[in-house]
Every structure is written in structure tokens, then in C-alpha cells.
């Protein structure tokens, strides 16, 4: 869609059996957020099902090449395993994607020259005659000289998290299954979606006043959680590891509790799981 050579990259899943790291999507959200030197920010999204891999795989490729930074994509092995009824989209569905080419009316060529709007540099295709440029891993000027000064330090720091944070653009509001106000929000990303939508929806056939809202953009954050969270009671974080989605929510929206559900059993939860806690947080036990 962005008319690019196609890379085919077949990976093999390793596992403790064949001396590889087994990751999973849920116990290794701090580490796609956070696990970088020196303040590098990029995109984390995850998926939800099975068909949400290759939508999500699509819209990780889309927001790399047009705001031209590293996205990380988390899945794991329970949708990998699962199934659904998906109908393969047709190529000429899908949306156009549009890298930030340089065109030939930009000359003369300056290699770290921002867009005013997404802070991304211009691309210029390799051995297009008169855009040559020197790339590497240290900062530069907006000539493409090596830069040494401290406060050119700083400012690309702050403009790369700038950059990540621009790609809001492309994050569609958080929406909430139920009612916009309720007693209880359940609150899940990624891969826990079916085993929450599932507890929420027989809670409500219940009586209680439960909603869910399951993010699937986590870096940035959709724009509206502050007014979502708002309108709830109480919020709990449901997730498989020991609470880095619940702390992560914390870091950014300091003004609300949330009370936690984990598991780190290798395991998925279960619906009774998930309604027992529920319950016992909407009765005050």
C-alpha cells in the first residue's frame, strides 16, 4: 500500500524447550514502553483477537512509515492460538499509505529537516542523484553534521517524545461497552478483551452497572481517558502480570484509584474469575 519493496520475515516462536525467550504481550508492557537507552520513545499498540493481528499489524506498518518511527505491536501466544471467522480484505480496501517522500521541489535536499506537523524528517529514496546523506546513530544537525552540544542533546530528546506523542492523529477515541456512567469500569488491553466483554456482559444480564473499556493504543494513549474514566465510581485493571498497564495509568492520570485484577499463572483468566472480583469491589468486600 505504500508502494515499498515487499519484506517477507518468517519467525519461528521459541520457547523455554528450545533454549529461545518466550515472550507474551501482557507481561512485557514496561519493557516495549520503557526498555530503550537514552529517553527513545516509540508507538506501542496491541491487538485483541485473532483477527486483530492483521488490522493492527497493518495500522503498525501505516503509523511507522508515515511518522517514520519504531512501532512495537503486542500479541501473544493465546491469539496466536485462537481463531475466528475473518474475511481477507481486498488490497484495493485498504487505506493508502503515504511515507513523507521528498519531492523534487524540496531542493535543495536538507536530510534532518522536520515537517512542521509530525516533527518526521523527509525521505528521500536511496540513489535519487543530489540526495545523498550521511545516517548513523549519532545526532546531527539539520544539515546531517554530527552535533555534540548538550542542548542539541536535550532538544532531540524532547522532540522525539514530541514526535511519538503527535501520532495521537491516529488514535481513535476509547470507546466503553455499556453505559457511558456506571458503578464499575473494567478496564483491560490487548489479548484479555474476550474474557472481559464476556464477564462484563453477564454482569450486566445480572443487574450490576458495569462497563468495559479495552485499550488498544498504548503509546499514546487515546485522547479521551480522562473524560471516560470520569464518569465511573471505581475503575479496575485487569491484566496478566502484576499491574504495569494499572501503573503505567497511574503515571499519567494521577487523579483516579485503580483498584487491580492479575494473574502471571501462564494462564488466561477466566470469567468467574473476573465477575468474583467484580462483585466483591461493587459490594464494598
Not at 509530525?118 to 528521500?124: I, K, N, S, V
Not at 524532547?158 to 495521537?168: L, S, T
Request: aromatic share 10%; charged share 25%; with cysteine.
Amino acid at each position: 500500500m505504500a508502494e515499498l519493496p515487499l519484506v517477507v520475515v518468517n519467525v519461528q516462536r521459541g520457547g523455554s524447550s528450545t533454549g529461545l525467550p518466550a515472550k507474551t504481550e501482557q507481561a512485557d508492557l514496561m519493557q516495549a514502553l520503557f526498555g530503550r537507552n537514552g529517553e527513545c520513545p516509540v508507538v506501542v499498540i496491541a491487538a485483541s483477537s485473532p483477527s486483530d493481528c492483521f488490522d493492527f499489524a497493518f495500522e503498525a506498518s501505516r503509523i511507522a512509515l508515515e511518522h517514520m518511527t519504531p512501532v512495537i505491536l503486542l500479541t501473544d501466544g493465546y491469539l496466536g492460538n485462537g481463531s475466528e471467522p475473518w474475511c481477507i480484505p481486498k488490497m484495493a480496501d485498504l487505506p493508502e499509505i503515504k511515507p513523507p517522500f521528498v519531492k523534487k521541489s524540496d531542493e535543495p535536499y536538507i536530510p534532518y529537516k522536520r515537517d512542521d506537523k509530525r516533527l518526521t524528517w523527509f525521505w528521500a529514496i536511496a540513489g535519487t542523484p543530489g540526495m545523498e546523506h550521511r545516517i548513523g546513530g549519532l545526532e546531527k544537525t539539520i544539515k546531517g553534521t554530527v552535533s555534540y552540544v548538550p542542548e542539541n542533546h536535550e532538544y532531540m530528546v524532547k522532540i522525539r517524545e514530541e514526535k511519538v506523542a503527535r501520532v495521537v492523529e491516529k488514535v481513535p477515541d476509547l470507546k466503553v461497552y455499556g453505559k457511558d456512567s456506571a458503578d464499575l469500569l473494567v478496564v483491560g488491553w490487548g489479548g484479555v478483551y474476550g474474557h472481559l466483554i464476556t464477564a462484563v456482559r453477564e454482569l450486566q444480564s445480572e443487574g450490576y452497572k458495569v462497563s468495559l473499556a479495552n485499550f488498544n493504543y498504548i503509546k499514546p494513549l487515546p485522547q479521551n481517558v480522562r473524560e471516560v474514566f470520569g464518569k465511573f465510581r471505581k475503575i479496575i485493571v485487569c491484566e496478566i502480570n502484576l499491574g504495569q498497564f494499572a501503573s503505567y495509568l497511574r503515571m499519567n492520570f494521577q487523579e483516579f484509584t485503580y483498584h487491580q485484577l492479575n494473574k502471571i499463572q501462564g494462564i488466561p483468566f477466566t470469567v468467574k474469575e473476573i465477575k468474583d472480583n467484580c462483585i466483591k469491589l461493587l459490594e464494598g468486600k
